[in-house]
């Protein structure tokens, strides 16, 4: 169903062409067009998102799933999501739904309102509602609605992101979404731009922005054999978080399965994950975790001053073992996060 849209403008009094602040793209849309997404369509000269309401996935998941290592660690996440995405990354791995607009130019989903997605949340035990799996930008109506209810009934909001949303949609999320995992995918403009259709800059700026702004971050980086594997690339991806972010945002390295359209190269040999986690903790990152690989070790959270292990993960088996309030039990060490045991 349509909905009139957030963040949008006329070009000009008497021009019906509209220009879209939701994302970077900021696309110029045409009557009768559509942006980048393929889920928000000019008629008649005001923009409507054609994704309110209509959910494509709904799953209870563990938070670690976003991937989120420190924000209610061990607590369920109801997970939603609509169809689209501002992106078009060749190793999707929900390509079905974030690209079904774009390539089978049709918009699937089932009627949900906003109210009966977070009282479903309340009623499955769920302590966050996330929305995950596509991007959630491209739904922000959508989300923002559905967060407000949400914290009505004491839940928090979390997104996975791409990071390409506009400040103006920064803005406000602001005091709604309370934790966010954004993909940095390289450190290269080249890579966002051939493997991805979009530019690095907006990601870089809206890491510190979305910090700035209160919201706790962490951040997963793909590993691709082949194309951000070498070590000049992880180490400038670890150093920017490090000297941009500070030492304590998480880094999880996420080992690759073929995919979409890049399903001529292998996964991620653990080598290649543990060198990179090795870059990070050299770096200087306190929290470096690889992820898709269950039962490494380095899924764990260690205390960065003792380096005990103070939350024991496999896979999504999250066990508390030296954490009391947000403190390692062996030092007094802090361990930062959002409502940590
Ligand atoms: S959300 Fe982004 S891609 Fe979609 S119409 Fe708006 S600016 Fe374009």
Known sequence: MAHEAILWERLAPDDPRVRCNLCAHRCVIPPGRLGVCHVRENRDGTLYTLVYGRT??????????????????????????????????????NWEISQMPREQKTILGSPATPAQIAQAARRAGCASIAYTYTEPTVFAEYALDTAREALALGLKN????????????????TGLIHGI???LKAGRGEFYHKISGAALEPVLANLKLLQQAGIWL???TLVIPGLNDNDAELRWVASYLFNELGPDVPWHISRFYPQYKMSDRPPTPAAT???????????????????????HRSESTFCPRCGTTVIERYGYHVNIRALKNGVCTQCGTA?????MP
């Open 56 to 93: 494509i996935s709904q799953h209870v998941d563990p938070i670690e799933k976003k991937p989120l290592f420190h924000f209610q660690p061990g607590s369920s996440s109801y997970s939603i999501a609509t169809a689209g995405c501002n992106f078009r990354c060749a190793f999707c791995q």
């Open 158 to 173: 979390v997104f996975v992101s791409n990071g390409y949303m506009t400040p103006e949609l920064v803005h406000l999320m």
């Open 181 to 183: 995992n954004v993909d």
């Open 218 to 220: 962490e951040v997963t």
């Open 273 to 295: 994950l543990e060198r990179a986690w090795h870059i990070g903790r050299d770096v200087g990152l306190h929290y470096v975790y690889v992820g898709n690989v269950p039962g």
């Open 335 to 339: 361990i930062v996060g959002v409502e």
